[in-house]
């Protein structure tokens, strides 16, 4: 998704120097086809190794594209997650409990690096 973003926007700029664009627009093109395979059908995925990683909700929110923030794949993405890391993490079940809105993500269910915590 960043690629693709990027990509565009190289082509924007490409176009407002005077060059052609057409180059950047077609690779963003290209590898936007490819994005749809990280779609399962339940929830976006970022690699086969960590599916559910953190990553995945910041690019919806940062670069959009076809599946943007307001897309139905991004709102069962956000639910999935939200499921992930309440089950992952004490804090987000004991603040859950106490009524007290937000989730705590981290980088991916199961991370251990500094402790695996959600900061």
Request: proline share 3%; hydrophobic share 35%; with cysteine.
């Amino acid at each position: 998704m960043s690629q693709v973003y990027s990509l565009r926007g190289a082509a924007d700029f490409a176009d407002l120097i005077g060059e052609s664009g057409d180059a950047y627009r077609s690779k963003a093109d290209d590898i936007e086809a490819t994005v749809g395979g990280h779609w399962n059908g339940n929830y976006l995925w970022e690699s086969t190794s960590r599916e559910k990683d953190g990553a995945v909700i910041h690019a919806i929110t940062t670069f959009g594209g076809k599946y943007g923030p307001t897309s139905a794949e991004a709102a069962a993405t956000i639910k999935t997650y939200n499921t992930a890391f309440c089950l992952e993490w004490k804090i987000n079940q004991n603040d859950n409990d106490a009524g007290v809105p937000g989730i705590l993500y981290g980088r991916y269910p199961g991370d251990h690096y500094a402790g695996g915590n959600p900061w």
